[in-house]
């Protein structure tokens, strides 16, 4: 009988795990690395065109950069992982490498386009990029065919395991259902049990199975069902939120937000207007003199800057309330459904 997991149970593990961890950049969850990964990478790129007379340059945050790297070496003429930060950077590496084919979050993609045209003033067509690998985030409607047309590439999305960033199944456009890239390691579950979807759900939760098929990891990242295949996410659910291609983890917010006199409260908002995520904290205090000390929100933001990479600004509520409240999360952009999932419909 397979285990069913979550990414709250990883954590819970972390300190037994054995064996090469792959970490999250919050530390929320500790896998060991398992051969698998690295193979269904290198198959992922090949399908998506890093043949090996390619030139392959990865733009992602960590465990994923590495791993997508190594896994370009073993099918490309070269790769090199230059991080997820620093949009003039980037442009330098392609340039510099002679980089064909380039693999990056579609936010990221998106972010680096509209800088190419607004502040650099530069042709994308004089990349010569090749290929296009999108990865590592729910992208944004009609991404993959604008990226094509102002690259003139061939830009193709790869689902990859939110624990990991092994790839996992891929598609030529966004109409497409996913094509998983080994039998019988992804699939659809139900929300609120540890079973396959019911024939009338309208959403199903995507889960990996381990290679021994003696563990189910369910992925926080739901699907619209209906038709035929394995469709690609378009939303999250549980007690973490995926936030420009980083999975931020609320409980640990919760925790320590407990630990400030005087916070009674909290949202999350985040949003997509442009290009990239954004994430405002805004803290509701039951006092009045806190609402009005600077001392208060500059504690707040050292210790959302301790929980995360993720860029998070801070807000406080001038209204009081003391009564404390539950923290809630208002996702703009539509992604996340909630964190219960029994109560998700």
């Known amino acids: 009988m397979a285990r069913w997991l979550t990414r ?3 954590g819970a593990t972390a300190r037994t795990a054995t064996g090469l961890l792959l970490v999250s950049p919050d530390l929320s969850s500790a896998v060991p690395l398992d051969p698998r990964d690295h193979v269904l990478t290198a198959k992922a790129l090949r ?43 980037l442009h330098h590496a392609l340039t510099a490498l002679k980089a064909s084919t380039l693999v990056i979050t579609p936010t990221g993609a998106m972010d680096f386009l509209a800088r190419l045209h607004l502040e650099f003033l530069l042709d994308p067509l004089d990349l010569g990029l090749r290929n296009i690998v999108l990865t590592g985030e729910i992208a944004s409607k009609r991404t993959i065919a604008h990226l094509a047309g102002e690259f003139e590439a061939r830009v193709t999305e790869v689902f990859a395991s939110p624990f990991t960033g092994g790839a996992l199944a891929w598609r030529a456009s ?26 009338a759900a309208e959403l199903a939760e995507l889960v990996v199975t381990s290679a021994a098929g003696d563990t189910v990891l369910r992925t926080g990242q739901v699907a619209r069902v209906g038709g035929a295949g394995i469709p690609a996410p378009a939303h999250t659910v549980g007690d973490h939120v995926l936030v420009r ?29 442009g290009t990239l995520d954004a994430a405002v904290l805004t803290v509701t205090f039951s006092r009045g003199s806190l609402v009005r000390n600077p001392m208060w929100k500059s504690r ?17 509520a001038q209204d009081v309330s ?24």
């Open 245 to 273: 291609g980083v999975w931020l983890a609320l409980p640990r917010i919760e925790k320590a937000l407990s630990k400030i006199d005087g916070v009674s409260g909290w949202d999350l908002s985040i949003s997509r207007q």
């Open 8 to 10: 709250d149970d990883l």
């Open 174 to 199: 966004e109409e497409d259902p996913l094509t998983p890239l080994a039998d019988d390691v992804l699939g659809l579950a139900a929300l609120t049990k540890d079973d396959s979807p019911d024939s």
């Open 47 to 89: 399908e998506c065109g890093a043949g090996e007379r390619e030139r392959v340059v990865v733009a992602l945050a960590e465990p994923a950069g590495a791993l997508w790297t190594a896994a370009a070496a073993d099918v490309a003429e070269a790769a090199a992982d230059v991080g997820p930060r620093g949009r003039m950077r």
């Open 322 to 345: 003391e009564t404390p409240a539950p923290g809630t999360v208002n996702d703009l952009r539509g992604h996340h459904l909630g964190r219960d999932r029994a109560l998700i419909t």
């Open 300 to 316: 707040i933001q050292q210790a959302v800057q301790a929980l995360t990479p993720i860029s998070i600004d801070v807000e406080i």
